[in-house]
T-cell receptor, first 114, second 115 residues
Framework: ETGVTQSPTHLIKTRGQQVTLRCSSQSGHNTVSWYQQALGQGPQFIFQYYREEENGRGNFPPRFSGLQFPNYSSELNVNALELDDSALYLC?????????????FGPGTRLLVL | AQSVTQPDIHITVSEGASLELRCNYSYGATPYLFWYVQSPGQGLQLLLKYFSGDTLVQGIKGFEAEFKRSQSSFNLRKPSVHWSDAAEYFCVVNAGGTSYGKLTFGQGTILTVHP
C-alpha cells in the first residue's frame, strides 16, 4: 500500500510568484487536508477537500486555493507569494472527512520564498 | 477561544527513564484528542487517539495517554524511553461537529534522549 506522497520535496520561489504543490492520497482515501508548518511551530490547517469539494478552511487568505481531482489527489496553489509563506507544507489523507478519522501525513514540501 | 497548550517546549530525559508530556486544551465540549510524533525524515505519525470511553488510551511504540476531563488534560506517557523516541511530539485536537478534519496542533514538545 502506497502512503501519501508529495511533490516537489523542496522549492525556492521569489516574492510575488505563484506556486503549485501536489499531493497523492493513500489508496482508498477520499479526503485530503493541507497544513502549513512554519519553523518551530505546529502545523496550521489550511483547508480540507472531500470528494472534490472544499470541506472547511482555516484562517488563510484567498490567495491560498486548492483542488481535488477525481482520483482524490490534490493541489495547493499559492498566489502572490510573501516571505512569510516560507514553510513546510503538509498534506494528509484520510478515508473519510469525519473528525475521528486518522489523518496520514506525507513528508511535506519545503517552500522558501526569497 | 479554543486552544491546545503544550507547556514544555523542550524536555530532556535519560534513556530508560520514564516520560510524561503535558497537554491542556480549552474547548466547550470534550474534543477529539490525538498525539502525533514528528521525526526528521519520518513525517508526522499518529501515536494514539481518544474519542470516548476508557480514559487511558494505549498507542504504538509503548506510549499511552490519559484523558482527565476535570483538568482538561491529555498527557502522554511512556514508562521507559528509548533513544529512538527522540523527536517532536504534538498534542492535537479536533473540535468535532462541523470541524470535520480540521486538526489544531499544539506548539510541540521536543524530546531529547541522553544515553
Amino acid at each position: 500500500e502506497t502512503g501519501v506522497t508529495q511533490s516537489p520535496t523542496h522549492l525556492i520561489k521569489t516574492r510575488g510568484q505563484q506556486v503549485t504543490l501536489r499531493c497523492s492520497s493513500q489508496s482508498g482515501h477520499n479526503t485530503v487536508s493541507w497544513y502549513q508548518q512554519a519553523l518551530g511551530q505546529g502545523p496550521q490547517f489550511i483547508f480540507q477537500y472531500y470528494r472534490e469539494e472544499e470541506n472547511g478552511r482555516g484562517n488563510f487568505p484567498p490567495r491560498f486555493s486548492g483542488l481535488q481531482f477525481p482520483n482524490y489527489s490534490s493541489e495547493l496553489n499559492v498566489n502572490a507569494l510573501e516571505l512569510d509563506d516560507s514553510a513546510l507544507y503538509l498534506c494528509a489523507s484520510s478515508s473519510d472527512r469525519s473528525s475521528y478519522e486518522t489523518q496520514y501525513f506525507g513528508p511535506g514540501t519545503r517552500l522558501l520564498v526569497l | 477561544a479554543q486552544s491546545v497548550t503544550q507547556p514544555d517546549i523542550h524536555i530532556t530525559v535519560s534513556e530508560g527513564a520514564s516520560l510524561e508530556l503535558r497537554c491542556n486544551y480549552s474547548y466547550g465540549a470534550t474534543p477529539y484528542l490525538f498525539w502525533y510524533v514528528q521525526s526528521p525524515g519520518q513525517g508526522l505519525q499518529l501515536l494514539l487517539k481518544y474519542f470516548s470511553g476508557d480514559t487511558l488510551v494505549q498507542g504504538i511504540k509503548g506510549f499511552e495517554a490519559e484523558f482527565k476531563r476535570s483538568q482538561s488534560s491529555f498527557n502522554l506517557r511512556k514508562p521507559s524511553v528509548h533513544w529512538s523516541d527522540a523527536a517532536e511530539y504534538f498534542c492535537v485536537v479536533n473540535a468535532g461537529g462541523t470541524s470535520y478534519g480540521k486538526l489544531t496542533f499544539g506548539q510541540g514538545t521536543i524530546l531529547t534522549v541522553h544515553p
